[in-house]
């Protein structure tokens, strides 16, 4: 596709010059490069036609785009096919199950293109094409309209990569059509100042050219790939890589051979190559399952590995690292031991060390968080540790929540490639695993949890292990707070702040509140004091509510807090009901004895809430039974309601 992009530059170029010989050749050498590229040759053929009036140019591209199409997507491609047909044609299947029907559905069909375009991901990859050109090719529009083919091959597909602007190179054979819009752009935008002030023409030059560049220049350090963005890749060679060639060398040139996508650029110069998980008549298999990236589901990949070994085709010529190297005809099934060293760590040193024990079987030893602040997606790298033998069914469960403790993404959908070719099962005592989540964005506030499942089914809480220990080292900014009844751990919270991901730091609990209370509820829980903003509240604030709690018990209930905002004659006119939170929640069965707390609640206010001073009332009850917490004095109950003070209201 890349190299498309040069003949069809010289190709536009012939047909605004009226060059038809270097229009037409470089046009053949674009329709060489790749598949979709005629259907381009035939809307240029329409602007040759339409716009320059250049007959016999235009009807020639017209034709000879139509022609190779239907010979390339008809003909040829079929012919080369093992299944007959084009692999990528299911992209498309909401449009037809032919080439020529998902043409003319395109065509014919305006109400089902819209419906497929109005989504945001697919807007957003207008914008990332636009903006780097400052909005320019959409006055040079003819030109911009001529790669149509180009834009709906991309923006149609059901594949997300091919609408993702800043990775890959599906948009590369946008590209020509972009530059070529932005310069006839430019262009149109100075005829009109030099039919309304000739004078200004230069002046208006710089002015555009200035703009052009200042925005694609603003465009790369934000996010460009190059030394000149702010978060610029560092590309690397690991030992891990140059372990590759170990496996290629192992390979004949003349064997056809299968690979993954990221080994694929290793072996794509033989005369035949498949890309997995097609194999067909390949006499080799070559993947890498410690790919840094997946161009194949981590658990298809695994699939398609036992499936050729089980089948008794195929069996182990090399492994090593991750790296897996299978042959045709032989019969060793079992991988070597050397494979698993992908995912053992000689010498841990983890962003964030802790140690949290799963029912002294297998012990967490730290993690690290590693983000993409240009996707804005994260991954989290856990080092585990086995004290014994786990369970033979033991499964890593990490997973995120959001503010409100709901969990937005987990390893059901995308596994931890260890656990898919190492699982805890396998490992030695005492050796250290890291297993990695794939990337995925998780929203601007996120907490991590992790637990342990003897089994299958997150939901069924008999079936997971239960944490025996959890510390974090004097001064970690980890909270490590068991939940759930000890059945997994939360370990920290992170909000992304622009371009950087920040952990939460836990709320400041050494400064007393602005109004001290101390008032004991049921010797479970002492209300210290409380803060309030804003103040003086107004009709129409939400105000804000910071209770400071102390545990004084162990408690395995998980009490609900009450605030309620009363007027002077008892009516009630705000209040807020709810478990203990502050940025996370913090049920009170995860209270530690002894531990301040802060507790943050909102109260909407009535937007015609008469001025004046009203009560505020705080207590606790058991959800499941509406039963209030005593409030005690002197040892006794006295009351369920704890009266802290006034609220101004002006």
Known sequence: TALAVAFLSWAFYGVLRRRPTLALVAAILAMACKEQIPLVVVTLGLYALVIQRTWRLGLALIGLGAAWFVAVMYWIIPAFSVTGNHIFLEYYAALGETPLEIVVTAITRPDLILATLWQPEKLLYLRD??????????????????????????????????????????????????????????????????????????????????????????????????????DAPHWSVSDHDRLAQRFLAQIPPEAPVAAQGELFPHISNRMIAYHLPDVNDAEYVWVDVAATTQTIHPADLKRS???????????????????????????????????????????????????????????????????????????????????????????????????????????????????????????????????????WPLGDRWSLGVGVLDGSDWNDRGARLTVTAAQVPPDSPLEARALEGGSWVRLATFERRGRTLARLPSPDVTTPPAHPVRANLGDRMVLLGYDLSPVPARPGDALEVTLTWQAAAAMGIDFTVFVHLLAPDGERVAQHDGGPWYDVPLPTSAWRVGEVLRDRHLLPLPPDLPPGTYRLQVGAYEWSTGDRLPVMADGAPAGDVVEVGGVVVE
């Open 129 to 230: 094409l636009l903006v780097p050109f400052a909005a320019l090719p959409l006055i040079g529009l003819p030109a911009l309209l001529v790669g149509l083919p180009a834009f709906g091959v991309n923006l149609l597909s059901a594949n997300p990569a091919m609408y993702d602007a800043t990775r890959g190179h599906y948009a590369a054979d946008v590209a020509p059509w972009l530059a070529w819009g932005a310069a006839l752009g430019m262009i149109t935008l100075l005829r009109v100042v030099e039919r309304i002030r000739p004078a200004g023409l230069r002046a208006a030059s710089l002015a555009l050219s200035t703009l052009l560049v200042g925005v694609a220049l603003g465009w790369q350090v934000w996010h460009g790939y190059s030394p000149l963005a702010l």
């Open 305 to 439: 590995v036992d499936g050729l070994l089980e089948s008794g085709e195929f069996g182990v010529l090399d492994a090593a690292d991750g790296y897996l190297l299978l042959r045709r005809g032989l019969t060793r099934r079992e991988l070597p031991d050397a494979f698993y060293d992908f995912a053992r760590v000689a010498t841990p040193a983890p962003q964030y060390p802790l140690q949290v024990d799963f029912d002294g079987q297998l012990r967490l030893v730290g993690f690290d968080v590693l983000d993409n602040p240009r996707r804005a997606e994260t991954s989290v790298r856990l080092y585990w540790q086995a004290l014994q033998m786990p369970p033979r069914r033991a499964r890593l469960y990490p997973f995120f929540l959001d503010a409100n403790g709901r969990v937005v993404e987990d390893t059901s959908q995308r596994p931890l490639v260890t656990q898919l070719w190492y699982p805890p099962r396998r490992w030695r005592p005492g050796e250290i695993v890291s297993a990695t989540t794939l990337p």
